[in-house]
């Protein structure tokens, strides 16, 4: 029998009926800003709270792969751990995941040569309530139509270990994903320079100085920042707002961005 990944937070994060979410990604990529780089990102980073608060940044992101679906056959998610204490980089065993879109496969061989390498570990506890990954998939899945998944929840990891596990999957028809949102529930006005410095640090590839407080996908993004450094890519920043520009009051606010590594 199939082992499959059900979804967690339709309904909660996302709409949980299929008309529904696909009328809400499609809105939301068709007020995207259209991208202007001319080449594919081989990375993003997008923001992964509920659609209302982030979907629009998470579109500046995944309109720029507009051009380019048709060559992207692969993609690799690496998404923080909220829900379960992490050490190290955890695969789930499932074969397939669903969305309200349908089931996403999952590529089985690279997961079981993932789970070879340093610190990586099949952990399906990882994956059960985590909402961090899952709201990436019905984006990819309205951009880029058929896929194969490469789901990874990264906790406490070295960026040294997450740089290993991108490496093994890098080539020129897999696109890596990055799922983070920035700060946490600073004033709108700090929030606004929290961030701006974050970005300026991502656009840097400086993984030394980014931390916890500045984005909770720090760990996948020190990995990422550093493949970026070692394969000569830049980083665009293409989206900073926060949920004070999107749903809610700006007394407390989470920011959000969308990054293209080129």
Not at 14 to 23: F, I, K, Q, V
Request: contains cysteine; charged residues 20%.
């Amino acid at each position: 029998m199939t082992h499959i990944k059900h979804p967690a937070v339709a309904g909660l994060f996302y709409p949980g009926s299929a008309d529904e979410l696909a009328h809400t990604v499609d809105d939301y990529m068709r007020d995207a800003a259209v991208a202007t780089a001319g080449q594919r990102p081989h990375a993003l980073i997008a923001p992964h709270a509920g659609y209302r608060y982030s979907g629009a940044i998470a579109a500046s992101a995944y309109a720029t792969l507009r051009p380019w679906a048709d060559a992207i056959r692969r993609v690799v998610v690496l998404a923080p751990s909220h829900r379960v204490p992490l050490h190290g980089i955890a695969l789930s065993s499932a074969e397939r995941f669903e969305t309200p879109l349908g089931e996403i496969a999952v590529d089985m061989p690279t997961v079981l040569a993932l789970a070879g390498l340093p610190n990586v570990v099949v952990l399906d506890a990882a994956f059960a309530e985590e909402h961090a990954l899952e709201v990436q998939l019905p984006f990819l899945q309205r951009v880029l139509g058929t896929f194969d998944l490469v789901p990874l929840i990264v906790g406490e990891a070295a960026a040294g270990d997450v740089e290993r596990v991108i490496d093994a999957c890098a080539d020129d028809h897999t696109l890596i994903v990055v799922s983070s949102d920035l700060s946490h529930y600073l004033g709108y006005d700090d929030c606004r320079r929290r961030d701006r410095a974050t970005s300026a640090l991502i656009e840097a590839l400086d993984d030394d100085v980014i931390g916890p407080y500045d984005a909770c996908g720090v760990f996948p993004i020190r990995g990422l920042l550093r493949t970026a450094r070692a394969h000569d890519w830049h980083a665009e920043t293409l989206d900073v707002r926060n949920s004070g520009d999107t749903a809610g009051d700006r007394s407390r606010v989470v920011g959000y961005g969308a990054y293209a590594f080129y």
